[in-house]
């Protein structure tokens, strides 16, 4: 579909989808909604405050226009096919622009209650209008860089969710706040766009999504490359997180056929930590998301194929090649295996907190997060490193910061850097043998209770942002029947595998184990999916890398 229009916008999305052109099936159902009337050069069709209509152009030209009092600027000149209109249309609000006739011609003339009836009726053209107004509308009053559009609020999970696989995935996006904006709010009322549908995306300016999926949005986009199902690979790193992205990096320089499977977005658990100031080369820190970015360019540029939002369902391991299964059933055959699936914070428990997740409880503190609680109290459980920074990131921004822990300081979990760090902000308190006991609140987070553990004393505080930061839950249930994991769930390697383990696994060489190696020959764990892991992203990146010297061990067996 090529464009009809010229524009003087500097357009962040494609001037055809944009400003699209019509078909002329798509024109005659138009019709039926309308009347066709002739218009003449200088001919005004419509002026700002005048009732809401759109123009379909079927012959000459119609040029929109800002006015400034006496002053007009060119925004749109559009020929046949296009249409003039913008969000201000269905939501029945006082236009901004002066639309005139250029050239003598034809127009269709759709007044707003036909609008309404075709949109409700004419699925292809509804996702059409939806298309164009948004954007046009964002480009008048945002200007943004981003084929993404997305329309949602700050207290949907969903909007939260969306927001950090782009950003994680390094794709921009441009963000339309339907608590800001209250014309949007009505706008996806008129397409009947129910609460379950929010967020709405604008894909790559072509598809309208209503509240997608991470792998619907990775297909939009075409953010992975198609895998060949049939293709042998020499291993194949299942978690792109520190670990998983030094293994891919390492193996495909040495070049070793990779493929890297990574369930939501490069970066792992060290990707939501705000600054990582110990990780050696960086004496001014690094965010993990932007290590995690420089890394994801390296394997990719080594030539590691890197796919986002598909997620290891199972591992196959009663014969070799051993393949994993993917979420959609299919699967990809490998020599070796490579596990740096990491682990999530562990949740904590107490009744309704999944109601409030991405809705005021969070597990990573980013610029996101940050700026959705700048101004506000907010509280942090935990007591380690990550606690910590997120407690120094989030503290400029925000009034107070509460640090809870369930221990009696934080010198035995946390690096002294931060500790300090800690005790010289004015705005952070740290409440030790504490835990959190309830959560209130409707849509959202609105308050939390918490009880002193000496004195079994209960404090509730009106604050509505909640960062959980304790412990980690291995992110290893795909794995069972396969490999030997501990009491917690973590994959036992190397010499943690007891005679016992090996026996009751069948261990079928004469040799021992790898040191990274799991029970399993040819597969490997490292990074905190790993029993004895040690918490740090350098030696997460140190196993990544030794991981594949083993690696070329077992493909010469």
């Not at 890297?260 to 977005?265: H, K, Q, Y």
Request: neutral net charge.
């Amino acid at each position: 579909m090529s464009s009809a229009a010229q524009t003087t916008l500097r357009l962040s999305s494609p001037l055809e989808h944009v400003f699209p052109r019509l078909t002329p099936e798509q024109i005659a159902r138009i019709a039926a909604h309308g009347r066709r009337r002739r218009v003449e050069p200088g001919e005004i069709l419509l002026e700002p405050g005048d009732s809401p209509r759109i123009f379909v152009i079927t012959a000459g030209s119609v040029e929109t226009l800002k006015v400034a009092g006496e002053v007009e600027e060119i925004i749109v000149v559009h020929s046949v096919g296009s249409f003039t209109g913008e969000m201000a249309i269905l939501s029945g609000r006082r236009g901004l622009a002066r639309t005139r006739a250029k050239e003598a011609g034809e127009v269709i003339e759709v007044d707003r209650p036909q609008i309404m009836a075709m949109v409700q009726t004419d699925s292809e053209l509804s996702d059409i209008l939806l298309r164009a107004f948004i954007l046009r509308r964002l480009e008048l009053i945002a200007r943004g860089s981003s084929d993404v559009v997305l329309l949602g609020s700050r207290h949907s999970a969903g909007t939260l969710r969306i927001k950090e696989f782009l950003t994680k995935n390094g794709h921009p996006l441009s963000y339309i706040d339907l608590e800001q904006d209250a014309e949007a709010q009505e706008f996806l009322d008129r397409f009947h766009i129910t609460v379950a549908e929010v967020p709405v995306l604008i894909c790559g300016g072509r598809t309208v999504l209503r509240n997608p999926s991470n792998q619907q949005i990775a297909d939009c986009l075409g953010l992975n490359a198609p895998i060949d199902h049939e293709q042998v690979r020499d291993t194949i790193v299942v978690g792109a997180g520190p670990a998983g992205l030094a293994a891919a990096v390492y193996g495909a320089s040495e070049g070793l056929d990779v493929l890297v499977l990574e369930s939501t977005a490069p970066g792992g658990q060290a990707g939501s930590s705000s600054r990582i100031e110990n990780y050696l080369g960086f004496p001014m820190g690094i965010s993990g998301q932007e290590l995690a970015g420089r890394a994801y360019s390296q394997a990719q540029k080594f030539g590691a194929q890197v796919t986002v939002a598909k997620g290891a369902r199972a591992l196959r391991c009663v014969r070799r090649p051993y393949s994993i299964e993917l979420e959609d059933g299919s699967a990809v055959p490998a020599r070796t295996i490579v596990i740096a699936t990491g682990a999530s914070y562990r949740k904590l428990g107490v009744a309704g907190l999944a109601r409030f997740e991405g809705a005021g409880v969070y597990y990573g503190a980013t610029a996101m997060e940050a700026q959705l609680c700048r101004g506000e109290e907010v509280i942090i459980v935990g007591g380690g490193n990550s606690a910590g920074q997120a407690a120094v990131f989030l503290s400029p921004s925000v009034r107070r910061v509460k640090m809870l822990v369930r221990g009696a300081g934080l010198a035995e979990t946390m690096s002294r850097y931060l500790i300090r760090r800690i005790e010289q902000a004015p705005n952070i308190e740290l409440w030790t043998r504490a835990e959190i006991v309830e959560l209130e609140g409707s849509d959202r987070l609105e308050a939390v209770r918490w009880r002193d553990n000496q004195t079994m004393a209960v404090e509730r505080s009106e604050i509505g942002n909640l960062f959980v930061m304790t412990g980690a839950e291995p992110a290893t249930s795909w794995l069972d029947g396969c490999v030997v994991r501990d009491e917690k769930g973590f994959i036992k390697t190397g010499p943690d595998l007891t005679r016992e383990d090996l026996r009751a696994a069948e261990w079928p060489l004469p040799r021992a184990p790898h040191l990274l190696e799991t029970s399993l020959p040819g597969v490997f764990a490292v990074g905190d999916v790993r029993s004895g892991n040690q918490k740090r992203v350098a030696s997460a990146v140190g196993e990544g890398s030794t991981a594949i010297a083993l690696v070329h061990q077992v493909l010469k067996e």
